[in-house]
């Protein structure tokens, strides 16, 4: 919920942004940039967390540990990359 919380207000920068510098069609770039940096970090993270050493792994509950890790850790990021994903869209349909 703090990513998520923490992605509202990076929206919130990017929205006052915008408008302090009366131009709304800043919203998409900013916001857009945001979100996809975030989202293909986590395609990343995802990606290349799961090609560690396997036999660094003693016993199932180490890999099921680890995946939980690393499922948290995409989550998380998705959820920071959903409001700047939402600012984007309406930068794009609504205000342009």
């Known amino acids: 919920m703090k990513h998520f919380l923490l992605g509202l207000l990076v929206s919130g920068l990017i929205a006052l942004i915008a408008f302090l510098a009366d ?4 919203l ?3 916001a ?10 986590a395609v990343i ?6 090609k ?4 660094s792994f003693n016993t199932s509950s180490e ?3 680890a995946q939980q890790a690393r499922n948290a850790k995409v989550k998380n990021l998705v ?9 984007a869209l ?7």
């Open 79 to 87: 959820l920071f990359a959903l409001p700047n994903l939402v600012l």
């Open 28 to 30: 998409f770039p900013i």
């Open 90 to 96: 309406v930068g794009l349909f609504i205000l342009s």
């Open 32 to 41: 857009g940039a945001v979100a996809v940096i975030a989202l293909v970090w």
């Open 23 to 26: 131009d709304w069609s800043l």
């Open 45 to 50: 993270s995802s990606a290349t967390a799961g």
């Open 63 to 65: 890999r099921r540990r």
């Open 52 to 55: 560690q050493v396997k036999s």
